[in-house]
Structures are given as structure tokens and as C-alpha cells.
């Protein structure tokens, strides 16, 4: 059975509580019987005040035998009351927990569910959305679906039955004093349903300020570095309080709202309780009515008093619920990066590719900012098994080409091909397997070494992780820790050096065997030492695969097969380090700017020309 989306409406309608309940269907069953226990134990207990008002019979012997010959003995229905209460508590006890149990499992499902739809969205919708909200989403928002499920829908089922049986009882009890409390019942209901609908507004509001609020917490804390090196805590604090004191005002409005409803429908059941116990009174002072009868239709009154008055709070809850509801549809329903083998009806899946790259008069502007185009009709080859060098001042669009390749966008016009290949007819999953990339920002788990090694390629063995340590020089460092391999590198890698974390980010893309490597300014936090080894050792396994690096150390780039200097969007010119020094004024500027010589001279060799002249 599948989830269907509520519709966005402002009061409660019953699809979106059969939308709600859908997520139960894996369970159906077990939530049948729960719906059984539940059912029984309430018609136990209603059987309460009827006993009761036996009992009461039977303490007045003037009372005459109740209908059917019964005469109510004093000792026979205490048992019979004993024995409702012990079975309603053992049935309360299995529809509880089964409740619980179906509510649970439903949540973690929704829950797997909505991470596993976030991480397959496309890079354009985390462009737009910040990552304090989403979180907000998978916590805050699926809990109070959770409790809804577990809590509030069997409550909700438990006062319906309860209310319904109770205005059966007092019918048959009192046909006349039902009327006179059935009459308040109405102008209950029309207020519960008016304040609901303004609870249910104010509430998703509200799960709007904490989803807002808990984005200041998630980029504080993932940049508490800056926060500190600024000074800027109190600054930092005054903006979760402003958060905070939002979501404050916001809650502050709902509560009220609700504590204004409950108020209302306590003094109409209360008031409606007194008005039946003077008019019941009357009539037994008439004699037209038992002390047993009194006493069963006043407990009667108040469970429907009760229940009606609980129906308040359930209501509000259903409705933020439903609040919370829409937001996680609308994250649902928001479309993903088609899965393996749905990429295109001609997609090519499982291949080894070669590495041929190549864009035709591409022009892409990232969705946020449509009017500034960063690529403007660009075009580019490489053959595999080069070494691409991509150069240009900041805002060229060098790491844009690398995410144009990777797919994480869709170019506006133009094309890119990978070995002939259309990238939009390619296998998802399999254009990314023959790709790694290295980026100037490394992103590291919280495990430990090997686990951040080998996420690169889960399924590798020890022996390949190990090997793609040492190709990436991370051995070393890696030995020097008791826990070697095991080392846990905290969260972000902040146990660990900015050089380390980019060695490891290496070894993971190592070990990956791409076609196409992209180095995007990977070696910028090492010394000039380890950059030298590192980018040998890259040389050594250059051979059979294409790289393209990016990077503002012009001189490591010496060795390239060609250097493509961008501008504005265009590769502005293409050529070897030497010929680029002599005619390309963008290029001379920015070596000049570097190393602070002359136009005419050149570098010493490099350590990546010593490694490729040798045959390394």
C-alpha cells in the first residue's frame, strides 16, 4: 500500500488521517488486534458504572429486583467489578503496547525512509535547503509523528468508543436527563474544530522556528573553529536566542489557544455535569429515579464529560502532527538522482571506462543565481591517461567543470561526453565508480582511519586499504599512533592535521582505481616535501587513467601533458607550461604573481618532471 500525501488544507480531513495511518499498513494485522483489545477493554469499561449502580441498588433493600429477574447481591457484583478492572487491565496492557510496538516500527520505517530520499537528492536541493532543517526533519518532526502514532491516535480511538458508549448508557438510563446533556454537546465540538484549525497553522509555524533554530546550532558547531578565532560566542548566542525566543512566541501562541479551548470545554462539561445532577436530583426526589440509576448515570456522564474534553488535546495534537506531516511529504515527494539503471532508457551500466573527457560548448549558471552564467560555452578535451591542469583566478569555473562531470549538475546547454559517451545516457552509479575525487575541503567521518579509507570502496581488504595508504604517503603518521589503523579521527577528522586529513582523502580516492582522478587543490595543506612525494607516487599510477588537477601552486602543474587556463567561463588558452609563460598574459601574471621572477624564466625541475622523465 503506498503513502499517499495529504492535501494542504486548514482543517482536519479524514484522507489525511488515512494518509497518516498508511504507514502502519506493513502491520496491518498486529494493529487489528490492537484495534480488538482496545475495543473489548472499553466495553469492559463501561461496564463500570453499570455495576456500580448495581452496587448501590443492592445497599438499598427497598429497591426493586433489576430487569430479567436479577436481584443485585452486594458481595456478587464487588466480584464482578474486580473481574471487569483485572481483564480491562490485561487487554490495556497488550493494545498498549502493540500500539506501541506498530507505531515504532512504522516511525523507523518513515525514518529510513526520508534519510535514504535526502541522500539521494541532487546537489541542487542542498544548495536550498540548509542542514539544521533537514535534521529538524528527520528528528523533531518525525518524534512528534511518533508519538501521534503510539499515543494520541489510540486515545483518540479510546474516548470515540468511550463517548459513544457512554451517551448508548445514559439513554437507556435517563432518556431525559441525555437530552438536557446532549444539548451542550454541539457547541463544544464547533469551538474545538474553530481553535483547531488555528492550532494546527501555529504549530507547523512553530516546527518552522525550531527547524530554523536548529539550523544555527548544526553551522555553529561544524564551524566552531571560526566562531572562536572571530570571538564571535556571544554574537552566535544572541542569534539562537533571537531563534529561540521565535520559536518561544510562536509555541507560547499555540498554548494558548489550546489551554483557551480546554478551559472552554471544562466549564461546558462541568457546567452540563451540575445542570444534570440538579435536574437528576429532582427526579429522584419525585421518586422517578434510584439512588443506583443517579449514581450510574453521573459516572457515565463524566467518561463522556472525559472524553469529550480530551478530544481537545487530541485534536490539537492531531492537528500539529498533520503540520509536521506536510513538511515530511513535501521532502518525500521532492524528486531525487534516478537510481541505478534508470538513469536513461539507453543507459550503458557496469562499465570500465577509459577516462576520455570531453566538453562541448557547455553554459551553466547554478539554480540559485540563473542570471550569472559560470561556464559561457565551454569546451574541452582530454585523452586518457593525461594530466590535465585546469588554472585560472577564482570564479573561472574550474571546480564547476569538475561538478558538471561528476553529474551533480546538468549543464543548461552544451554537452559532456565521457569515452564518446553522452554522461546523461551513463549508468549514475557507474559514472561515479570510475571517478574520485580529491577535494581541497576533506570531509572525514567520525570512525576511525581505516573505516574513512575504505569508504571509498567498502568492500576492499586490508591489504588494499594498507596499499593505498602507502601510495598516498599516509603509512607514516598512521604508525605513529598506538591504535594505528584503528585510530578514531573525531568528528570531521579533527584529531587529525589538515596534511593528514588530505593524505587520507588521497588514499580514499586511491583506492577506488578511477578512470578519472580530479585532484581539486588536494595537496594545498601539505609541505613542499610530502606535495613532492605524493604527486610522484600519483605519476607512478598515472599511466592507465586520466587526471585532472586543480590547483594555485602553478609550479607543481609544470609537468602537465596540457594546462587550461580559464577565464570568465572559457578555457582561454591550452598548452604546455612553457609556451603558456611566453603568450598567455593571464597565466604569465598569475606565475609572476607567485613566484615573484621574471617572465623569462623558468622553474627548476620539479619532482612530478624528475618522477616522469625517469620512467617512474
Not at 488544507?9 to 482496545?38: K, Q, S
Not at 467489578?81 to 483485572?86: D, M, Q
Not at 581505516?450 to 603509512?475: F, K, P, T, W
Request: aromatic content about 8%; overall charge positive; some cysteine.
Amino acid at each position: 500500500m503506498s503513502e499517499p500525501a495529504p492535501k494542504a488544507r486548514r482543517g482536519l480531513h479524514f484522507d489525511e488521517i488515512r494518509a497518516l495511518l498508511a504507514y502502519v499498513h506493513p502491520w496491518r494485522g498486529r494493529f487489528a488486534l490492537a484495534l480488538t483489545a482496545l475495543t473489548v477493554s472499553m466495553i469492559f469499561g463501561l461496564m463500570f458504572p453499570l455495576l456500580v449502580g448495581y452496587l448501590v441498588d443492592a445497599a438499598v433493600p427497598s429497591i426493586a429486583p433489576a430487569p430479567g429477574g436479577w436481584s443485585p447481591n452486594v458481595n456478587t457484583v464487588a466480584l464482578l467489578l474486580v473481574g471487569t478492572l483485572a481483564i480491562q487491565a490485561v487487554l490495556t496492557f497488550f493494545y498498549s503496547y502493540a500500539f506501541n510496538f506498530v507505531g515504532e516500527n512504522a516511525v523507523a520505517r518513515l525514518r529510513r525512509r526520508l534519510y535514504e530520499t535526502l541522500i539521494g537528492l541532487p546537489m541542487k536541493f542542498f544548495g536550498e535547503h540548509r542542514v539544521g532543517e533537514l535534521t529538524s526533519r528527520l528528528s523533531s518532526d518525525l518524534s512528534l509523528m511518533g508519538d501521534t502514532l503510539c499515543g494520541t491516535i489510540p486515545q483518540a480511538l479510546r474516548q470515540t468508543i468511550m463517548l459513544l458508549g457512554g451517551v448508548v448508557a445514559i439513554t437507556a438510563t435517563s432518556p431525559r436527563l441525555s437530552l438536557v446533556m446532549v444539548s451542550t454537546f454541539p457547541v463544544l465540538l464547533i469551538v474545538a474544530v474553530f481553535v483547531g484549525r488555528k492550532v494546527r497553522r501555529v504549530s507547523r509555524e512553530a516546527q518552522d522556528r525550531l527547524a530554523e533554530s536548529a539550523t544555527i546550532v548544526e553551522e555553529t558547531l561544524q564551524g566552531i573553529a571560526n566562531v572562536k578565532s572571530f570571538a564571535n560566542e556571544a554574537y552566535e548566542a544572541r542569534r539562537y536566542g533571537a531563534g529561540v525566543d521565535a520559536y518561544l512566541q510562536t509555541v507560547l501562541s499555540s498554548a494558548r489557544r489550546r489551554a483557551g479551548l480546554v478551559a472552554f470545554i471544562i466549564l461546558g462539561i462541568f457546567g452540563s455535569i451540575i445542570l444534570v445532577l440538579w435536574y437528576g436530583a429532582t427526579l429522584m426526589k419525585a421518586g422517578q429515579l434510584t439512588h443506583g440509576q443517579l449514581t450510574r448515570f453521573t459516572l457515565y456522564t463524566l467518561f463522556v464529560g472525559g472524553a469529550v474534553s480530551s478530544f481537545a488535546e487530541v485534536f490539537s495534537q492531531l492537528q500539529r502532527t498533520l503540520g509536521a506531516n506536510e513538511r515530511v511529504h513535501e521532502l518525500l515527494q521532492e524528486t531525487g538522482e534516478l537510481p541505478s539503471g534508470t538513469t536513461a532508457p539507453a543507459a550503458k551500466t557496469g562499465l570500465r571506462l577509459r577516462g576520455a573527457v570531453a566538453f562541448e560548448n557547455v553554459v551553466f549558471s547554478y539554480p540559485s543565481r540563473m542570471d550569472l552564467p559560470v561556464l559561457r560555452g565551454l569546451s574541452l578535451v582530454a585523452e586518457p591517461g593525461q594530466r590535465i591542469a585546469l588554472v585560472g583566478p577564482s570564479g573561472a569555473g574550474k571546480s564547476t567543470l569538475v561538478s558538471l562531470l561528476l553529474r551533480f549538475y546538468t549543464p543548461d546547454s552544451g554537452r559532456i561526453r565521457l569515452d564518446g559517451e553522452d554522461v546523461q545516457l551513463l549508468d549514475l552509479a557507474t559514472l561515479r565508480a570510475n571517478m574520485a575525487i580529491v577535494p581541497q575541503e576533506v570531509m572525514l567521518f567520525g570512525g576511525s582511519i581505516r573505516e574513512n579509507i575504505a569508504y571509498g570502496r567498502v568492500d576492499a581488504s586490508e591489504a588494499e586499504i594498507r596499499a593505498a595508504a602507502e601510495r598516498a604517503h599516509c603509512s607514516e603518521f598512521i604508525a605513529r599512533f598506538p591504535e594505528g589503523y584503528d585510530t578514531l579521527v573525531g568528528e570531521r577528522g579533527v584529531k587529525l592535521s589538515g596534511g593528514q586529513r588530505q593524505r587520507l582523502a588521497i588514499a580514499r580516492a586511491l583506492l577506488i582505481n578511477p578512470a578519472v582522478l580530479v585532484l581539486d587543490e588536494a595537496t594545498s595543506a601539505l609541505d613542499a616535501e610530502s606535495e613532492a612525494i605524493i604527486n610522484a607516487n600519483l605519476m607512478r599510477i598515472a599511466q592507465d587513467r586520466t587526471i585532472i588537477c586543480i590547483s594555485h601552486r602553478l609550479s607543481m602543474l609544470v609537468p602537465a601533458d596540457a594546462i587550461m587556463v580559464l577565464e570568465r567561463g572559457k578555457v582561454y588558452d591550452i598548452g604546455r607550461h612553457e609556451e603558456l609563460l611566453h603568450r598567455c598574459d593571464i597565466y604569465k601574471h598569475l606565475w609572476q604573481t607567485q613566484n615573484r621572477h621574471t617572465e623569462t624564466r623558468t622553474p627548476p625541475p620539479a619532482p612530478l618532471a624528475l618522477a616522469r622523465s625517469s620512467g617512474a
